[in-house]
C-alpha cells in the first residue's frame, strides 16, 4: 500500500497559480487512482480533481473545471494539481488520496489520504 505526502501549499493572491504535488511511496503507483479533495475552515471535504492509474481518465468539481489540471508522473510517483486564477473561495486545506480502481469523485470511495497542504489565497 502507498503512502501520500502533499506539498506545494501555501499563501498566494487572487488571480495567482500554485501547482500542489502529492508523492507517494511504495510500489505500484501506476495501480492506483488519485483524488484531490479539499476542505475550508468550517466546510466539508469535497471533491476536487481525480485523475486514473494511467492518466487516461481526469474528472473535475465544476467550481475548478478550466482553472485546475490534474496529471500525473508515475516514474516519479508523483501525482499534481495545478492550480489558475486562484480566487479566496479557493483557500482550504488540499488533501491527495488514493484508491485501486477507477478514479471517483466519491471520497468514501479512498482508503489511503495524505495529511493535507494548505491554500491560502488572499484578496
Known amino acids: 500500500q502507498v503512502q501520500l505526502v502533499e506539498s506545494g501549499g501555501g499563501v498566494v493572491q487572487a488571480g495567482g497559480s500554485l501547482r500542489l504535488s502529492c508523492t507517494a511511496s511504495?510500489?505500484?503507483?501506476?495501480?492506483?487512482?488519485v483524488g484531490w479533495f479539499r476542505q475550508g475552515l468550517g466546510q466539508e471535504r469535497e471533491f476536487v480533481a481525480a485523475?486514473?492509474?494511467?492518466?487516461?481518465?481526469?474528472r473535475y468539481a465544476k467550481s475548478v473545471k478550466l482553472r485546475f489540471t490534474i496529471s500525473r508522473e508515475n516514474a516519479w510517483n508523483t501525482a499534481h494539481l495545478e492550480m489558475r486564477d486562484l480566487n479566496v473561495a479557493d483557500t482550504a486545506r488540499y488533501y491527495c488520496?488514493?484508491?485501486?480502481?477507477?478514479?471517483?469523485?466519491?471520497?468514501?470511495?479512498?482508503?489511503?489520504w495524505g495529511q493535507g497542504t494548505p491554500v491560502t489565497v488572499s484578496s
Open positions: 488520496a488514493a484508491r485501486t480502481g477507477p478514479e471517483s469523485d466519491l471520497q468514501d470511495h479512498y482508503r489511503i
Open positions: 511504495g510500489r505500484a503507483f501506476g495501480d492506483y487512482s
Open positions: 485523475i486514473s492509474g494511467n492518466g487516461g481518465f481526469v
